[in-house]
């Protein structure tokens, strides 16, 4: 459960005059989604990463040292990040070259900063300092310009003594596509400008009135008629805002949000209550958006965003080498790193490490597809939680819980179903193996036609072998010019991207030789139950071929995990009730009826809010 108050508990189990509220936030222009931002500068120190100028980061990582005389040996400077691996967690922002004269003035040409990115409403301005080491911007000039280059607006500061200055505008200036900052005297002489935050991207909170309805979907066990295996799901929240003052249509060029109702705009959600200390949210998670739509005849504007998974589903995992004696928790932390995820974004059960693949290997797929494939071969889950973390649990995760988190009494539910599912009951279980043997060395790709280049060209061809996977893979130039050559060459499990030089005109065939893996002496394994084949038929179930399950260990491990859970009918419970945002996926709950009292897992939730709470939630017997 997620953690909160003793009084937030009370006040979200009262029986009457129970009242919730909902907040919504939402980066129309989100710098880690837009892709359209650039950062120029016309002057850089030695270390400067202007690019941080636009990453809603307002803060230095530390007093950063300088060698402008202001350095001292007093423990409490920190050396500024030198790659840029090492300032994605150490930020630092643009720093100037040029060091400010007397009184702090600079001379022309003035340090200056510009941004640019598609057209776009400007609602506020702002230039922040260096705030470790009490630097600022005194005088200087913030300009707005259109595609076309056209000034639309200036303002022009002097004598400013904040480090984080910002001023709301007025009127919201449209269809800029250009912003500069040039700075024209500095808070100390003898030092360079620094600044940690320039562009101002468009976030909105809604709350109250605004909101007209939040549905929030979460599970973590999807069953598709068959064994709930291989559990992989993108929550889903619902989003219908209040659009009375038209802020939102698409044709509205005087509102602050004109052309930002894009797809892949982040959302966060809250649902909370009023405490003695004010009002007590609960994340719902992040999101991104879809398609929005903004009916003329309506009065609401309305997407429904999904998580970092629905994310994964759209990029690729391309570059999966053959990998030998790996775990499930390595290949799984090799696919989110590929996704760009750090370790602060994801969770790993290190139960997988319990699960060994001897030639481990993925075709050019998504990275949600590939991390289904790690859940499907331990029979673990992934989903993201409520803080957009994405977790990936083994099997046994959920035992570790012996208490019930929460009661949920007759009076809390409207209805409440224990349904049997015969689709989820299976006594005779068969999983076979796919062991992998490497082949003797063959020619797997040879190119169809020779290949046309000429003299200076690079040419890059991706070949795709003939068998999959392949290991010890090397290409080599056949009837080829002569002077022609291969500079690169890197290999994956299912082909290769192979750069070829020429400084002759003429062509060439490339041959790829390698040794192929197969799948050679599968086994099968097989757990089964009499006392519930003679009771309920036999009822089979053949566990889908994966390529990560290569060794009988494994094999009988899935087989035993499934009997052991699926061979007798069990009750789990369905409850329409008046929930409680708090309740997490996976949490152990009891369900109090007349005549007994029993204890699930939540799989599944559906939160509602119109005004007012009410939840769907789907539990799996403990």
Known sequence: MYPTSQEFQEKIKQQFDRRTFGKVQIDYTSPFLDQSITVATNENANVSFPSQTADSVPEPFAKIASLDGSWVLDGTYAFAPVTTEEAETKQMGWWGKQLAGTGGAFSAPYPTLTVTFFPRPITKLQAVGDSKRQEWPVDFNIKLYDGNNTLLY???VAGNTEIAWSKVLDEPITQVEKMTLEITKWSHAGRQAKILEFFTSIQEVYEGDDIILIHLLEEREVSQGSLPVGNISANEIYIRLNNETRKFDAGNKQS???????????????????TAEGKE?????????GDWHVPEDGVYAQTIGRDRLELLRKSTYSTSQVQMSKTLYDLAQNILQDAGLTEEEYYIDAELQQFSVPYAWFDSQSHREALRKVAEACLGQVYCDRNGIIRIEGPSFLQS??????TITQD??????NPVKWSEIANYIEVETQPLRPDVSQEVYRSNEPISITAGQTKTITAYYNYTPCIEATA???NAVPSVQITKAI?????????????NTGTFELVINAKPLKVLNKEKAIAKDDASILDNGMLKYTFPANSLVQTREVAQKIADTLLAYYKNPRRDVEVEWRGNPALLLGDRIAVIDKDETNEYYVTRQELEFDGALRARMSGRRA
């Open 154 to 156: 200036t303002e022009t």
């Open 256 to 274: 602050p949000l004109y052309q930002t109702l894009k797809a892949n705009r982040r959302i966060k959600a809250w649902l909370g209550v009023d």
């Open 281 to 289: 949210y609960v994340p719902l998670g992040t999101f991104w958006s």
């Open 401 to 406: 819980q012996i208490d019930p988190v929460t």
């Open 412 to 417: 809390d539910y409207f209805r409440k179903d």
């Open 476 to 478: 080599t130039l056949e």
């Open 491 to 503: 290999y994956y499990a299912w082909g290769a991207d192979i750069t070829v030089t020429s400084t």
